[in-house]
């Protein structure tokens, strides 16, 4: 088994340009020397470019910034997680920014029909729909998508309608979440384990909570880069304060991938750009070796 890191070059889900160049930069400051030092082998797809914009005319359509950019390149990653997965690969999708799991998420439960679960470590919980989305930005709808209750076909990214039943979701660590989604999560039966919650009780016990609630599933693991404070990682197009540290969010990360079975896994909305002194380079290339360094990865049957 290879980890296979697939490049997905999309920022018109955030509309901060910076985000789609995150693999390249990533690629030339380091993250091949990591790659080399892992135990085990890999492969580099880049087999997803850059679209260009379809119509400049016309960019908002049925309440979607660039629906169909991205609806394409969703379709194209689902493919090739697909592939990656069939050839018994461990996908790990380099982003982009959030809209992309989409594909990530359909491919997913595609291969892994039963017993899945998506753990979704993020600042934000990307529940909102094209009405209850003031900025109309898909990557904070990929998980109302992904539940099938959009109003677009932005529900039907690889295959027509839903993907995954709200008690299978797990978001982990939000502290901005909008009134709308508020009601999304509650109305889908999400399962929410809120910065709030994290730090009125603790979070050993909210990650215990977490990690028993999914025992024995097939794990996809959707990593935002937001979690982290904003004052630690600005390079990120959303940024929110009160977060939590990187020590952290490296904890979190370390048992997740070493207490369950995880089969793949996203990282999304690094944005080089913003990030002028490479503080952030080294925070995110920190989390990677960690993750290479403890990934175990073993052949999944379906
Ligand atoms: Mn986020």
Redesign the pocket.
């Known amino acids: 088994m290879k980890l296979e890191i697939i490049n997905v070059p999309l920022n018109y889900g955030c509309q901060n340009w910076g985000t789609a160049k995150c693999y390249e930069y990533l690629k030339a400051n380091g993250l091949i020397e990591l790659l080399d030092k892992c135990k085990y082998e890999y492969v580099l797809n880049e087999n997803i470019k850059q679209v260009d914009i379809y119509d400049q005319n016309n960019l908002i359509i049925d309440g979607c910034k660039y629906k169909n950019e991205i609806i394409d390149t969703c379709n194209l990653l689902a493919q090739n997680i697909t592939n990656s997965y069939e050839n018994n690969n461990f996908p790990i999708i380099i982003g982009g920014d959030?809209s992309l799991a989409m594909g990530s998420i359909a491919a997913f439960t595609k291969q892994y029909p039963n017993q899945h679960s998506l753990i979704w470590v993020?600042?934000?919980t990307?529940i909102n729909t094209e009405k209850t989305s003031d900025s109309k930005n898909v990557?904070g709808m990929p998980i109302a998508a992904s539940l099938g209750i959009c109003a677009s076909n932005i529900n039907d990214v690889y295959y027509t309608g839903k993907k995954i039943k709200g008690d299978d979701v797990h978001i982990f660590g939000a502290r901005s979440i909008d009134e709308g989604e508020y009601i999304n999560i509650a109305l889908n039966n999400v399962n929410l384990y809120s910065d709030a919650i994290i730090k009125q009780t603790s979070l050993i016990a909210q990650l215990d909570t977490l990690i028993k609630n999914n025992r024995d599933k097939k794990v996809h693991l959707s990593f935002?880069v937001?979690?982290i404070d904003c004052d630690v990682f600005y390079a990120t197009g959303?940024c929110e304060t009160a977060g939590m540290s990187v020590r952290d969010v490296k904890y979190i990360l370390k048992r997740l991938i070493t207490e369950l079975n995880i089969v793949s896994m996203d990282i999304v909305?690094y944005s080089p750009i913003l990030d002028k002194d490479q503080n952030n380079l080294k925070i995110v290339l920190d989390i990677i070796q960690m993750i290479l360094e403890n990934l175990k990865i073993t052949n999944n049957e379906n």
């Open positions: 959030h993020d600042a934000h990307d990557h935002d937001d979690v959303t909305e």
